[in-house]
């Protein structure tokens, strides 16, 4: 085993110098590229030119500059008018911010607009990507009262109303993403299911919106250990992003590249190996190093970080070759794209104790048990801490529906009264026109 991981050490180290030279050359011809798309663009003579020529530099530009360049194509769109255009960057700059006072001046920029459908699903989008930032960080308190408030008025279909459909969608991706944090359980399942089914519906036309909840189910289900599901979720985002791929390269952006986004979605396949049928983690693993090859990203994760390699080795039954990476994981913390720590962590203890056992280390086996066990009490006390949360909230739900309930019954015996009050002036009213109609009869007889 000392050999073994002497050995990897010096893979690890002399992958790294490849990757470096690998990355500089990539990131040298980006860089060259975008030189000669800034001369090219000191020569248009329309706006039009110049915003296909900035799309290209956004595209090719690394995060930290697509703020910048995003700008660029919204001054520059603004001169023409041109909305689409705008409301495609506001949705694109959503991946360089992390801050809620970044989303609010988005929403806030494109409440500006013309109102429009693309419009409408725009904020909503929006306004899912600033609730998946800020929902953590509000209060326990006002998390419960805001889930039961939800689930108390919650909107029914209404088929062909877009505005119904969409106040919809965000309130059942509140409730999940509140749920998530709060109480995940039996609750959670039912209305991220409800979730996916509504943003499967035909009133919507945007693919950030299904890109977005498909993500965070594949995530959930992830944590939660529904390996079949989760999967079956990533499938479904693979989709949106061959869709996505299509339409920009439809629209003549040839630098637009999903590389990223399809290696994090085929390395979130690979960590639920139990549910992949034979085969599947040898071609996901393919495509990830085809990947690697035009990404300097991509080849980073997957030459330097343990994350794929680990859940690879014990998707293939090399169990030898797991241990080292999952002890890295386990050592260095360094696994961050889930939502649930916790949840990865006891992932990775328990590969830990399957491959100890499968290999005969019984001191490996022992130290992971040891711990798995520790966190499996944790996880039995916090769901039961989630058992009665999802009771409490459920409380609150029947509470607020009996006050809705009373509310209705005291509007509907409201309106009788006033009906009865006008039924009964109507009928004075008649009464006085038959007796003056009698009286004018006989006085002219």
């Not at 992390?98 to 929403?107: A, E, G």
């Not at 699903?121 to 939800?150: C, D, G, V, Y």
């Not at 959930?220 to 529904?226: K, L, Q, V």
């Not at 649930?340 to 990775?348: I, S």
Request: aromatic share 8%.
């Amino acid at each position: 085993m000392k050999r073994f991981l002497h050995i990897l050490s010096v893979l690890v180290t002399l992958t790294s110098i490849t990757f470096t030279l690998s990355a500089q050359q990539q990131e040298t011809s980006k860089q060259t590229i975008i030189a000669n798309l800034r001369q090219e663009l000191t020569k248009t003579k329309s706006a039009k030119d110049s915003i296909i020529i900035l799309y290209d530099i956004f595209d090719l530009s690394r995060q930290r500059e697509k703020v910048s360049v995003g700008n660029e194509i919204l001054k520059t769109a603004s001169h023409i008018g041109d909305v689409r255009t705008k409301l495609d960057i506001y949705r694109q700059l959503t991946s360089s911010y992390h801050d809620d006072n970044d989303f609010l001046k988005l929403i806030k920029a494109v409440k500006k607009l013309p109102d429009s459908r693309e419009k409408k699903e725009t904020l909503t989008f929006l306004e899912m990507k600033r609730l998946s930032f800020s929902s953590k960080f509000t209060p326990e308190s006002e998390r419960q009262r805001a889930i039961a408030k939800l689930i108390a008025d919650e909107p029914q279909d209404k088929k062909g109303n877009d505005d119904d459909a969409t106040e919809k969608l965000m309130a059942l991706y509140t409730l999940v993403e509140y749920l998530r944090n709060e109480a995940p359980g039996e609750m959670l399942e039912k209305y991220l299911d409800k979730l996916v089914k509504q943003v499967n519906s035909e009133s919507f036309e945007l693919y950030a919106l299904p890109n977005t909840v498909y993500s965070e189910a594949a995530n959930i289900y992830s944590d939660a250990g529904d390996a079949t599901r989760a999967i079956e979720a990533d499938r479904k985002l693979l989709e949106v992003i061959d869709g996505l791929d299509a339409k920009y390269k439809a629209q003549g952006r040839e630098f637009r590249d999903y590389a990223r986004n399809r290696y994090v979605v085929y390395r979130r396949m690979m960590r639920n190996y139990k549910g992949l049928k034979p085969g599947d983690a040898d071609d996901l693993m393919e495509k990830a190093r085809q990947l690697a090859e035009i990404d300097a990203d991509v080849k980073a994760d997957l030459e330097l970080q343990p994350r794929m390699k680990a859940y690879y080795n014990m998707a293939t039954g090399n169990y030898a070759e797991a241990i080292p990476y999952i002890k890295r994981l386990l050592d260095k913390d360094t696994e961050t794209t889930s939502y649930n720590g916790n949840a990865v962590r006891r992932q990775l203890l328990e590969m830990l104790v399957t491959a100890a056992e499968k290999t005969g280390d019984d001191q490996t086996r022992i130290k992971a048990l040891t711990e798995y066990n520790a966190m499996l009490n944790e996880y039995e006390d916090l769901k039961a801490s989630q058992r009665y949360k999802e009771l409490q909230i459920k409380y609150d739900i029947a509470d607020l529906k009996e006050q809705n309930s009373q509310l209705e019954l005291e509007a509907k015996d409201s309106k009788i009264k006033s009906m009865r009050r006008s039924m009964i002036l109507e009928l004075t009213a008649f009464g006085i026109v038959v007796v003056v109609l009698v009286f004018f009869l006989l006085y002219w007889s």
